[in-house]
């Protein structure tokens, strides 16, 4: 039987039409999945009127909303492959995705009107972009109006023109070398990641799942996905904010979500909270960093479960689930391999490490990416033997329980989002007055984490406030670093490698926020 991630949505206003499937919280707008098929027809027919087809690349830049949605699911049907947009980026890394992905059309929401209007001045030799459209009404003179070609295209269903193996999203991440990579999924990876968390997550027919974070990533994208192929119902948020939570939980009687470690922090600190009506919520998901033990505790005695989840966008998210059996008594643990995914710990030599001894994360099953687009070495060096090298180090116990304990590639994750040193290192460098820079993370009760930038000084007037202004403008808020810290040498090992190990004891944090 072929597979299509479009169908799914097909299937499921088939089999529940009238069932809940999405609720626009910042507009108050519901649909239930008959009228989220229709919606997404008309965004697939539209789309081929002005010309995508198959293999075309299609670019996001919208916040969370049914628009997102219908256009993802839209896109599957077409054929063509979705590049999800993180619209926290600037116009130079935006324009770097777009250039690599090939994307020749671009969906992106009002809002982000100023950074897309500098993508348009710069032209064709910035990015390969010929269809502009816009969600919203802030639309400039060159971009087309979403909402006039969804309302006069057909809401005929539309016919599915990719399957299987045929590439679904390219969706980006930073890498080692500073430069993002965008990992593929296809319809099949993106099938198995539904049904990975389907049969090893708590989650049930008609089920209600907060969605919070934002639709980019791969930790709402792919729940999302499973949401609708399960069952439940979408509650949507447009962006994440701790009062409103709260107030969602007890307005839309919702059963589960998910959330980083920084967010279930800052919920905590809503003094609202002991007013509110959350006893519908039986579990929330945490991932993205390892969870706080202090965390865990802190919700159990508010009567909610922590299920602690390990994944990566390259394994489509699934790697290790916690079962609430076991959240409390093995507390600290992100749990055990999801169904139908297999997860090792191995040493350098690809032999698995003995119990409390660390190893790196290597994760296996039909769900982790084909590839990174247009990168075969890189890809070859993650992808050996069918399993996904992770780079995150781990200890696993008797019973199998992952702990994970460092990332092998030091990558700093800040409030949810990965920040990979060599990419603030690159822009650092760029500086006339620094010598050379490593970026460390440090810990931030706020973030998580934070970036620190040590750097050594080629212009002895150099100061920290420069460096950091330096920043703004050409990273993403979430990637600069919070200070700078001036040292004679960095230390590095007998082949040239920064030792940030000593860089982390040498300054410790907490960061400065």
Not at 143 to 151: G, I, N, T
Not at 273 to 293: H, I, N, Q, Y
Not at 353 to 380: D, L, Q, S
Request: hydrophobic fraction near 40%.
């Amino acid at each position: 039987m072929n597979h299509n991630i479009g169908a799914l949505l097909t299937k499921r206003a088939h089999l529940s039409p009238k069932l809940e499937a999405f609720v626009d919280v910042a507009t108050d707008r519901r649909f239930d999945y008959a009228e989220l098929n229709s919606r997404c027809n008309r965004t697939a027919h539209a789309l081929s009127e002005e010309g995508v087809a198959k293999g075309d690349r299609v670019a996001l830049l919208m916040m969370n909303g049914v628009e997102f949605l219908e256009s993802f699911f839209a896109i599957a049907k077409l054929g063509a492959i979705c590049v999800p947009l993180n619209w926290r980026l600037v116009p130079d890394e935006l324009a770097f995705i777009l250039k690599d992905s090939g994307s020749e059309t671009l969906l992106y929401g009002s809002e982000f009107a100023d950074s897309v209007a500098e993508l348009h001045r710069r032209g064709p030799a910035a990015t390969a972009l010929e269809n502009w459209i816009c969600v919203g009404s802030e639309r400039a003179d060159f971009a087309q109006d979403y909402d006039a070609l969804h309302q006069s295209a057909s809401a005929e269903e539309f016919e599915c023109a990719a399957w299987n193996d045929d590439n679904l999203y390219i969706m980006y991440t930073s890498g080692t070398t500073g430069l993002p990579k965008g990992v593929i999924h296809t319809h099949d990876t993106a099938l198995w990641a539904s049904l990975t968390i389907g049969v090893t997550a708590e989650v049930r027919y008609r089920d209600r799942y907060l969605v919070s974070l934002p639709l980019f990533h791969v930790g709402a994208l792919t729940p999302i996905t499973g949401n609708v192929h399960r069952g439940l119902t979408n509650v949507v948020a447009r962006s994440f904010d701790p009062v409103e939570t709260w107030q969602l939980i007890e307005r839309e009687k919702i059963d589960n979500m998910l959330a980083v470690p920084a967010m279930l922090n800052f919920m905590l600190q809503v003094p609202q909270k002991d007013e509110t009506d959350f006893s519908s919520l039986r579990w929330c998901m945490s991932g993205a960093s390892p969870v706080p033990v202090s965390l865990i505790e802190a919700y159990r005695d508010l009567g909610i479960e922590i299920h602690q989840v390990y994944g990566l966008t390259e394994s489509c998210g699934p790697a290790c689930l916690i079962s609430p059996e076991d959240a409390l008594a093995k507390a600290g643990s992100t749990g055990k391999a999801f169904f139908h995914t297999d997860v090792r710990v191995v040493n350098d030599r690809g032999i698995d490490v003995e119990p409390a001894e660390v190893g790196e994360v290597i994760i296996a099953g039909r769900h982790i990416m084909k590839g990174y687009w247009n990168r075969p070495e890189a890809t070859a060096e993650t992808v050996r033997d069918g399993w996904l090298y992770s780079g995150d180090l781990a200890t696993i116990d008797k019973e199998g329980f992952i702990y994970i304990q460092d990332r092998k590639k030091d990558m700093i994750i800040s409030g949810g989002e990965n920040v990979y040193p060599a990419e603030v290192e690159n822009v650092i460098l760029a500086h006339p007055g620094v010598s050379e820079v490593a970026v460390i993370g440090q810990p931030s009760a706020k973030w998580g984490e934070s970036p620190l930038a040590v750097v050594v000084k080629l212009d002895p007037n150099l100061t920290g406030e420069a460096v950091l202004d330096y920043c703004s403008g050409k990273l993403a808020r979430f990637k600069q670093p919070r200070a700078v810290e001036f040292v004679e040498t960095i230390p590095r090992n007998p082949t040239g490698k920064v030792l940030k190990r000593d860089l982390r004891e040498q300054f410790p944090g907490a960061a400065q926020e």
